[in-house]
């Protein structure tokens, strides 16, 4: 198993090593002179010992470049960063979840093999796998497995309800992702369990968080604020830090991505946040998801039109950015409006807003004056 990849990150050249959010970045000199030494099987240079042993304090005296550094080849486009929904089936159904109505379906393993084939011939560096509840699909350890092999850098996202199976929490401590980032929807069980509507997952997502923070996995925890749960808030937080892990908190529910509002009237008025303008975004241009079916849309709220990745390859990638493109213009409701400049929603969530007849103050600038 490969400790460190090196890549190729638009002009720059990067070391990094999986489950760590350090990166160290080469002259073009330095890379090649590695890549020929890989080649070669000869023994990693001084340097590069002594530059890994300072950033990651791992030792590399006496192995060979080969053994050790994964190399990867840049993609024809600018593409490194991608999410996968590697199924839309989930444990919980909780009462603010945009997905609506949640289908465990998708690719087969031989699929999801060509899949993330693909996502690696684009030159995808960092990929954050989610759902759905990742952890519930039968293929998630093999999946994991190969875009580890394939060098690419790992995040997921999960409920953590599954992370107390030992088989789970040895692959994520044998292959570290960078980030583990988990849903946290209370601080009781009677309160959680209302929120996710499942019966014991509290218990079920206690044990798993504990687990895997006493495993030294980069555990984030997200703070999910609806109406069932804001007088557990300073619960929540005060749990976080009593973990002494990072948290965010997430208030603004979104309408489901079929533009229904069934988790709208979840959303707790007092703990909304007020987005800052839309400036633009890299949604198709450097960043793309993949849904289970392997359709690439440049982003999980803007799915329509997609490309089949599966069936036509990387090279269908290049209408992303023209996609983007079409996706980003004001129409609708949108169209001539004066205010577009300071925007606090891309159009693609504006439209799914719209779509589920959500008050204006939800998403518009509009419904505050």
Not at 67 to 90: Q, Y
Not at 100 to 115: I, P, T, V, W, Y
């Amino acid at each position: 198993m490969h400790q460190l990849v090196a890549t190729p990150f638009g002009e720059r050249r990067l070391i990094l090593r999986p489950g760590s959010t350090k990166a160290m970045q080469l002259p073009r000199a330095k890379f090649d002179e590695l890549r020929t030494m890989a080649s070669h099987h000869s023994t990693v240079p001084q340097w590069l010992v002594d530059a890994v042993r300072t950033q990651w304090r791992v030792d590399l005296i006496g192995r060979s470049v080969d053994e050790v550094l994964l190399f990867r080849e840049a993609g024809p486009f600018a593409f490194s960063r991608a999410t996968w929904e590697i199924n839309l089936g989930c444990d919980y159904d909780c009462v603010m979840c945009y997905l609506g109505e949640k289908r465990f379906q998708g690719l087969d393993m031989a699929g999801k093999r060509e899949l993330l084939s693909a996502m690696r011939d684009a030159g995808v560096i960092w990929l954050q796998i989610t759902g759905g509840e990742p952890l519930i699909d039968p293929d998630f350890p093999e999946s994991y497995r190969l875009a580890n092999e394939l060098g690419m850098q790992l995040e997921v996202l999960s409920n953590g309800s599954r992370l107390r199976k030992p088989h789970l929490l040895n692959l994520l401590r044998t292959y570290p992702p960078t980030r583990l980032t988990l849903s946290v929807y209370g601080a009781t069980a009677k309160t959680y369990d209302a929120v996710t509507r499942s019966r014991g997952g509290f218990d079920r997502f206690r044990e798993g968080l504990e687990k895997a923070v006493a495993a030294g996995l980069n555990v984030d925890l997200s703070l999910i604020i609806v109406q069932e749960n804001t007088h557990e808030v300073d619960a929540m937080r005060a749990w976080a830090s009593q973990l002494g892990v990072r948290y965010r908190e997430y208030a603004n529910i979104s309408p489901t991505i079929h533009g229904t509002a069934e988790p709208l009237p979840s959303q707790s008025p007092q703990y909304l946040t007020s987005r800052a303008p839309f400036t633009g975004c890299p949604a198709g241009v450097t960043f793309f998801h993949a849904d289970p079916f392997g359709r690439a849309s440049i982003c999980k709220v803007g799915r329509e039109p997609n490309i089949d990745l599966t069936a036509e390859g990387v090279k269908g990638l290049a209408r992303l950015s023209e996609i983007a493109e079409s996706l980003m213009l004001r129409t609708g409701g949108c169209s001539g409006c004066t205010l577009s400049g300071t925007c606090r929603v891309c159009r693609p969530m504006a439209k799914v807003f719209q779509e589920a007849k959500a008050p204006l103050a939800n998403y518009c600038q509009h419904g505050t004056r």
